[in-house]
């Protein structure tokens, strides 16, 4: 049973770091591309960065040279470090998994992506 439990999330002021992450169960993170998602109040959820099983990483434009997405094979579990944080970037973020993964581009859902709980990431200006 695939699952996805995602932690790290919380408040910090604009300009400061967070790191989430996304522990999955029932499938292997470096098999299939995974991303991050997030959605804000009142706004459609959006792609925030995807990573190939071959590693290759695809950023959403508001996103690059601020967060990065990894992922680590032993202990199944794929992360996003958030720099540089923005108010912005205030949103409910979701790691899923089994999405569309092109260079360039970000991650697209399907039908049958697997999706987290969400963790909120809040920043204050």
């Known amino acids: 049973q695939v699952q996805l439990v995602e932690s790290g999330g919380g408040s910090v002021q604009a300009g400061g770091s967070l790191r989430v992450s996304c522990a999955a169960s029932?499938?292997?993170?470096?098999?299939?591309?995974m991303g991050w998602f997030r959605q804000a109040p009142g706004k459609e959820r959006e792609g925030v960065v995807g990573?190939?099983?071959?590693?290759?990483?695809s950023y959403a434009d508001s996103v690059k040279g601020r967060f990065t997405i990894s992922r680590d094979s032993a202990k199944n579990t794929v992360y996003l470090e958030m720099n540089s944080l923005k108010p912005e970037d205030t949103a409910m973020y979701y790691c899923?998994?089994?999405?569309?993964?092109?260079?360039?581009?970000?991650?697209?859902?399907?039908?049958?992506?697997?999706w987290g709980q969400g963790t909120q990431v809040t920043v204050s200006s």
């Open positions: 899923a998994a089994h999405l569309t993964c092109s260079v360039g581009s970000v991650p697209i859902a399907l039908s049958d992506t697997a």
């Open positions: 029932g499938f292997r993170v470096s098999s299939i591309c």
């Open positions: 990573i190939r099983s071959d590693g290759i990483p």
